[in-house]
Structures are given as structure tokens and as C-alpha cells.
């Protein structure tokens, strides 16, 4: 609520805020803390807890535990990438935002590891080590090395952008059709990753828009990373069993972000 | 609800119609905080349609509301991707809201 001079306090109609103060109002912790109590409050270990676990074969569940156990390599990266990133970001509320992408993805990992453990899988760890998807690993490498190399423009638009994206596409389809608990930790992750391919694609918006000669050297970084993604994206979705209409919408959809940024 | 509430202030002489005005209440949206939430609704699929309110994120695919109709070069927020937005005609006529870096 706002506060007139009379003291009278009025909605705030966030439409009207000018540009500033919206982005000081949502890369905050005040922000961040209001809206995911919104979304995780009274859930345990990302899902509802009166969810039960359904009935399925041998073959469906080993399916499953690779799906999830590349998840993790996933969040990994992510957390890995966005705890290193918040070293170079160059402002304040890059920082301050980069800070809570790190609290949502060791979230993300605890609770796809827990849903390892409810699947059964003793050592989640070594399981993970074992089912990685080469291409993710492969990328999780590159992205790191952008990371250590202190190249913000092209380790933003490799993790929050690329990564976010394919991730945020694939989480979406799999909740569709998944069971209900993993569905419900599909559905909190998603929410949160909508705040990450946001921060990247508008971040690197106003960069490309200030010093289009970045371009190319992004055009490179993407170049480098599509056929590591389009790989994984394809592997995925084979294990989830997505039909071939809905791999391909599912490809367009990761491929939004990249091309609203001028990247075909 | 989002119901046609009344029509805006009169127009400024020889400009546009006056735009219709929207009461906005809690969609039950839970990804903002509580004072933002009546400002966004999900996208319910197949047989889904907006309001003249209404246009949808091309970021993150939420359904974003004004308290009044919107029209080409407005600019609106989505809070949940935290994106600028300009709200454009699109090829098929209808509106459609295009990120602004």
C-alpha cells in the first residue's frame, strides 16, 4: 500500500510504479521471501504431504529415478553457476537477486535428492554420478568455465537463459503427466524458475541493447551449448515418454527466450 | 471476478473512447506478494480467454491484469518473470504484450 499525504494508505497498482522501482521492488529478499511463502508454505520437501505415492512398474520407476537423477546434475550447475555469478554481477541488485536464485536451487537439489530417497535410492549421490547425462555434464563444465572466467554477459545467458529455459520447458511437460507428488515439486520448481529465465532474459536485454557488440560473442556461447541442450532435451524426453508433437512444442518453447533476444 | 466496473475519466477532446475500468480481485495467484496478486492470473488452457484487460507474458506465460482496458503502447509488469512489457497489436488483430529491455 502506498501512503498519501493525508496519511491514507491507497493500493499500489504495480503498473503504474516507474521502471526503477519495480526492478528495486522485485530483486529483493522482501520480494523473494513474500512470494515463495506464497507457494511452499505448509509443504513438505517440496509437495503437499498428504499426497500418496502411486503404483508402478520396475521399468517406470527406473525411468524416473534417471529422469530426476539429471534434474540434479541440472540443479547442480545451477546453484554451482549462480553462487559463482553473484561474485561478478555488476550491481547491487543483480547481487541481492543472484542470492536468492542460490537459496532456490540447493532447494531445488534437496528436493529432488529427497525424491530419490522416496523412490527408494539409497545413495542419491553416486546415482546421480552414475545416470548424468553426458551432455549435462558436458555443459554444467563449459558453464563453470564462463563462471571462472568472470565472463558475466555469456555465463548469464548459458545458465539463465539457456539452462532456465530448457529447464523451465521440460519441468512444465513432465508435471503435466507425472504423479502427483512428483508433479507437486515439478509445479514449485517451476515457479521459481520463472523468476530466472526473467532475471536472464531482461539482464541481457538491456546489455544487448546498450552494447550490441556483445552479440557475437553470445551468438558463440550459443552456438557452442545448443546441441549439449537439444541433446539432453530429447533424452529427457524420451524417459518421460512425451509424445513427438509435444517434444517438438517443447523445443519451441526453450527456444522463446533466445530468440525474443535476437538469437534465431 | 473481473468485472467491467465503469467507464474512465472523460476522454481529452478529440482524442480516443474512454477505456473501460476493471474492479481486480485475488485470482488466487501465489507467486508475488499478497498486495501484487490481483494483478496476475494463470493462464487455464484450451477455452481460456482474455479480457480486455488481459494480456499474456511471453516470458513465463502468466496472464497479467490491469485495472483498466489495455490498448496498444501501454506498458505493463510482470511481476512474476519481472518483465517490462508493451502491449502491441499483434497479426491477427488481437493484443499482445512484447518484452521492453
Excluded at chain 2, 496498444?72 to 517490462?84: A, L, N, T
Aim: net charge negative; aromatic share 8%; charged share 30%.
Amino acid at each position: 500500500m502506498a501512503v498519501t499525504s493525508a496519511g491514507v494508505a491507497t493500493p499500489v497498482d504495480v503498473h503504474d510504479l516507474d521502471y526503477d522501482r519495480f526492478l528495486e521492488e522485485v530483486h529483493s529478499f522482501e520480494f523473494w521471501f513474500e512470494a515463495v511463502s506464497g507457494y511452499l508454505s505448509g509443504l513438505a520437501w517440496g509437495h503437499r504431504p498428504d499426497l500418496v505415492e502411486p503404483a508402478r512398474t520396475a521399468e517406470e520407476r527406473d525411468r524416473l529415478v534417471t529422469v530426476l537423477c539429471n534434474y540434479c546434475v541440472g540443479e547442480t550447475a545451477a546453484l554451482e553457476g549462480a553462487s559463482g555469478l553473484v561474485a561478478i554481477a555488476p550491481n547491487r541488485l543483480a547481487k541481492v537477486f543472484l542470492a536468492t536464485q542460490v537459496v532456490d536451487e540447493g532447494r531445488h537439489l534437496e528436493v529432488f535428492h529427497h525424491r530419490l530417497r522416496d523412490l527408494g535410492v539409497e545413495d542419491p549421490e553416486s546415482e546421480v554420478e552414475r545416470r548424468a547425462s553426458r551432455s549435462l555434464v558436458l555443459f554444467r563444465r563449459r558453464l563453470l568455465e564462463l563462471v571462472a572466467g568472470k565472463d558475466w554477459e555469456a555465463a548469464i545467458f548459458a545458465q539463465n537463459v539457456i539452462l532456465e529455459s530448457l529447464e523451465f520447458a521440460v519441468f512444465h511437460s513432465h508435471a503435466a503427466g507425472a504423479d502427483p507428488i512428483t508433479a507437486d515439486v515439478l509445479q514449485g520448481v517451476i515457479r521459481d524458475e520463472r523468476r530466472h529465465i526473467g532475471f536472464g532474459e531482461n539482464e541481457l536485454g538491456r546489455r544487448l541493447a546498450t552494447a550490441p557488440h556483445i552479440r557475437a560473442r553470445l551468438g558463440q556461447t550459443k552456438k557452442e551449448l545448443d546441441h549439449l541442450v537439444l541433446d539432453s532435451l530429447e533424452e529427457t524426453s524420451r524417459l518421460i515418454g512425451l509424445p513427438r508433437d509435444e517434444q517438438d512444442r517443447l523445443g519451441r518453447l526453450y527456444l522463446g527466450s533466445v530468440e525474443r533476444l535476437g538469437f534465431a | 471476478m473481473n468485472d467491467p466496473l465503469q467507464l474512465e475519466d472523460a476522454p481529452v477532446a478529440g482524442s480516443e473512447t474512454p477505456r473501460l475500468r476493471f474492479l481486480l480481485d485475488d485470482s488466487g495467484f501465489d507467486e508475488v506478494p499478497k498486495k501484487y496478486r490481483r494483478f496476475y492470473r494463470k493462464w487455464r488452457g484450451a477455452g481460456d480467454v482474455l479480457a480486455p484487460n488481459e494480456v499474456i507474458c511471453p516470458v513465463c506465460k502468466v496472464v497479467i491484469r490491469s485495472t483498466r482496458e489495455l490498448r496498444v503502447g501501454d506498458r505493463v509488469y510482470c511481476m512474476p518473470c519481472m518483465s517490462r512489457l508493451v502491449v502491441m497489436r499483434a497479426e491477427d488483430g488481437t493484443l499482445e504484450a512484447r518484452v521492453a529491455y
